[in-house]
DNA sequence: ATTGTTCGTTGACCGCAGGTCAAGAACACG
DNA sequence: CGTGTTCTTGACCTGCGGTCAACGAACAAT
């Protein structure tokens, strides 16, 4: 806490512009994978720095001298993680021809590949979001408003100009609907310890995933959804 | 799913004692009083239980007798805290008779008039949601999964008996988008460090909060209303 | 009162993990 | 090779969660 929110308040007097010695940077990229593993593994306090660094082989000090604290070796870890995340946009050509809400509901059927193929980073998030102090999650909020790493942004516009959104709401509101329906959905299909009982009771049955992503795709449809458009896919 | 979780988050030790001891029931509760303040004021790792312990004019190690661990302490804080909340059905009567929306409009108007009252408890609540260790925050799951302590279960069947909500959704759809939705607005209505950018730009403007609300309530309305009560208010 | 039992309280103590730092190693460059 | 700069190290410090053996206050039985 201390660490991140000082380095930021902080310019950190530094000789030039924090040049990029290659040397020291290629470590940092190897020290930042090694972290994201042992955080998304274990969580964020009971992940330790010293582990961290025997597995590189390397000393404890080493770290503290590159990321000048355990949160701030988090917060590297966790940007790393999120912006190895797919943007909405970079869905298939012939899904964003079916439209906005097409697109979402063909990342929704992917969330579970693209968590397999990229445990880590998805688990770190989790840690990011739910399981940090308070001081960390701002800085990761700022962090989240600032890149907007899932392209929101870009795929509201997408949508508005393909008039397939409402058009009386400006697009923070529809970013923020979205942005929190889609996390907690996400959330809901894939951990446990964070599902708030929609998947659970019935346990892993594909069939009814199909349909609970279905049933929030249109849900968000009449939600932020254009009225001319309220029907797709059926064609009626 | 289950890969995400299941493997790592170290079992917490905190189990309740189930040892009703007559008098130190008292002492208990004033600890978890003390214990609210100052998680709330300073997060969950910055707290100290012997800072604790200290205002109370106690020892350190009693605290740990009386809850075996940090953990304990926060968790026995936090849900004292969250059943402070009001449920939605305690709504006054008048507001209950114009219907569920009306409900969540009226608790929306008021929710800086509630934290402005029950600071600690707000705030604590945050700090359990995003500020705490992955493992506790599975406990915390479980409880609000199984104290219901908004009440939502009782709300949404009361706006499922006034046929305000579309029947073809199932109880646990309707309530999971409102409580994500509901949490999410309520924390972007009034804390600066989840906010994620809806209020935050154009400061602290009375008016444009009230148009927020009526927004959102609509959006909602549109999500998980039915649709023969589209418009409510306008009458037409 | 006296003794015995139980339970709460205490404060010294431990271990562990984040963080620091002075000294040396490795490097860059003239 | 010499000199200045950067990196690395590991011993060391500190602070905090957690433990524990001993002490003492309440109560029960005699």
Redesign the interface.
């Known amino acids: 806490?201390e660490g991140i929110t000082s380095s930021l308040a902080k310019p950190t007097q530094m000789r030039r512009d924090a040049k990029p010695r290659p040397r020291s940077e290629a470590k940092r990229g190897r020290i930042v994978e090694v972290a994201i593993r042992h955080f998304a593994?274990?969580?964020?306090?009971?992940a330790r720095v010293e582990d961290i660094a025997a597995q590189l082989g390397i000393a404890k000090g080493s770290v503290f001298q590159h990321f000048k604290s355990k949160d701030g070796l988090f917060f590297e870890a966790y940007k790393k993680a999120v912006l190895s995340f797919p943007k909405y946009m970079q869905a298939p050509a012939a899904v964003q021809e079916r439209g906005f809400f097409e697109v979402l509901r063909y990342w929704l059927g992917r969330t579970?590949n693209m968590?397999?193929d990229n445990?880590s980073s998805?688990?770190i998030y989790?840690?990011g979001?739910?399981?940090?102090?308070?001081?960390l999650?701002?800085e990761i909020?700022r962090f989240?408003?600032a890149e907007d790493p899932y392209g929101w942004r870009d795929f509201v516009s997408f949508g508005v100009g393909r008039g397939e959104l409402r058009p009386d709401?400006d697009v923070?509101?529809i970013g923020?609907?979205l942005?929190?329906?889609m996390d907690?959905?996400q959330d809901?299909?894939?951990?446990?310890?964070?599902?708030?009982?929609?998947?659970r009771k019935s346990g892993?049955v594909p069939e009814e995933k199909e349909a609970?992503i279905e049933?929030?795709v249109e849900?968000?449809r009449?939600?932020?959804g254009s009225e001319k458009v309220q029907v797709t896919g059926k064609k009626a």
């Open positions: 806490m593994e274990r969580g964020y306090s009971a579970e968590v397999r445990w998805y688990r989790l840690v979001n739910y399981g940090t102090d308070l001081a999650r701002r909020n989240l408003v709401l923070d509101m923020s609907i942005e929190w329906t907690r959905f809901a299909l894939l951990t446990e310890e964070l599902d708030p009982g929609l998947f892993p609970r049933q929030f849900l968000l009449r939600a932020i």
